[in-house]
């Protein structure tokens, strides 16, 4: 079992910068991939960002490459979403998820936090 607290949302200017973090309980965190989901108002959960185990491999959408950047510290049992240069079409509710399968489909994710809000003013 793995519980996730995501923490770092907040309203930003087009154009800033959030880190967002996510806190995982459990002594099991390191047997899991993890990625970062976003779900803005009336569309579907879309993935973001997903991470390996070890933190060697790591996979974006297309819309975040560059600017998004998604690192974990197993020591510290957390994984992290950097956001640089915020588009307004980037304001979601961020979710960080768990999965022992490294994939890009949230049915794959086993576990999940229970979000936090990215507001983009422009």
């Known amino acids: 079992q793995v519980q996730l607290v995501e923490s770092g949302g907040g309203l930003m200017q087009a154009g800033g910068s959030l880190r967002l973090s996510c806190a995982a309980s459990?002594?099991?965190?390191?047997?899991?991939?993890m990625g970062w989901f976003r779900q803005a108002p009336g569309k579907e959960r879309e993935f973001v960002a997903a991470?390996?185990?070890?933190?060697?491999?790591?996979y974006y959408i297309d819309s975040v490459k560059g600017r998004f950047t998604i690192s974990r510290d197993n020591a510290k049992n957390t994984v992290y979403l950097q956001i640089n240069s915020l588009k307004p079409e980037d304001m979601a509710v961020y979710y960080c998820?768990?999965?022992?399968?490294?994939?890009?489909?949230?049915?794959?994710?086993?576990?999940w936090g229970q979000g936090t809000q990215v507001t983009v003013s422009s």
């Open positions: 998820a768990a999965s022992i399968s490294y994939s890009l489909r949230a049915v794959d994710y086993d576990y």
């Open positions: 459990g002594r099991t965190f390191i047997m899991y991939k």
């Open positions: 991470i390996s185990r070890d933190g060697s491999n790591t």
